[in-house]
Each structure stands twice: as structure tokens, then as C-alpha cells.
């Protein structure tokens, strides 16, 4: 596939490739994983927390916030982090659903 042809796929189909692809990376689900542990949290955990650089989590985290599952709140000259609780029951509705569409195998595999 070239580099887009997005607009030959339905808009959930493309929503749910943008769900996929926040997940799609290890740092992402550690990032989700701790913000959800902490129940909020402030970047420079974070960069403690995984061991990647600074630039490295900002990069992750505009992933994710691309797709509002999380916000921030500027504090001083820190960012606060935390998990947008509408949008991640959503985000967890839309994957369970695509998980529990019923599969049949056929004879030919």
C-alpha cells in the first residue's frame, strides 16, 4: 500500500488503525499502563520510570494524545498527565467489538 490510501477505507476502519497504531508500540502501552497505575502522573516520572529520553516520551505521548486517550494540564513547567476516561471506555468498546466478531473457519485453510 502506498503511503496513504486511507480514503478507499471507511472512517471506522481508519479509526480503528489509529487505535491500533497507539498501541502498536511497546513504550505506549508502558506509558498507559503507568499513567493508569498513578491515576495521574507528570512526564519526568515517566522518563524516570522507562529509561527513554525525554524527547523520546514526547514523542509517544503526542501519539497518544493525537487520539485524546490522554490529556495534560500544564503545571508550572511541568505537563500532568492522566487517562481521558470517556475516550478510553470508547476506545475499549470499539476494540472489543472488532475482538468479538464472530470468525468462521472454513474448510479451504
Not at 488503525?17 to 498513578?38: C, D, G, T, V
Request: proline share 1%.
Amino acid at each position: 500500500m502506498g503511503v496513504t490510501k486511507s480514503e478507499i477505507f471507511t472512517a471506522k476502519q481508519n479509526h480503528l488503525a489509529s487505535e491500533f497504531k497507539a498501541l502498536a508500540h511497546p513504550a505506549r502501552i508502558a506509558i498507559l499502563q503507568y499513567i493508569i497505575k498513578q491515576d495521574t502522573c507528570i512526564c519526568n516520572d515517566l522518563v524516570e520510570e522507562l529509561g527513554l529520553a525525554q524527547a523520546t516520551i514526547s514523542q509517544h505521548l503526542k501519539e497518544l494524545k493525537q487520539l485524546d486517550i490522554i490529556k495534560g494540564n500544564i503545571e508550572g513547567t511541568s505537563v500532568c498527565y492522566c487517562i481521558d476516561e470517556k475516550v478510553w471506555l470508547k476506545f475499549k468498546t470499539e476494540l472489543n467489538e472488532f475482538f468479538t466478531e464472530k470468525v468462521t473457519a472454513n474448510k479451504c485453510c
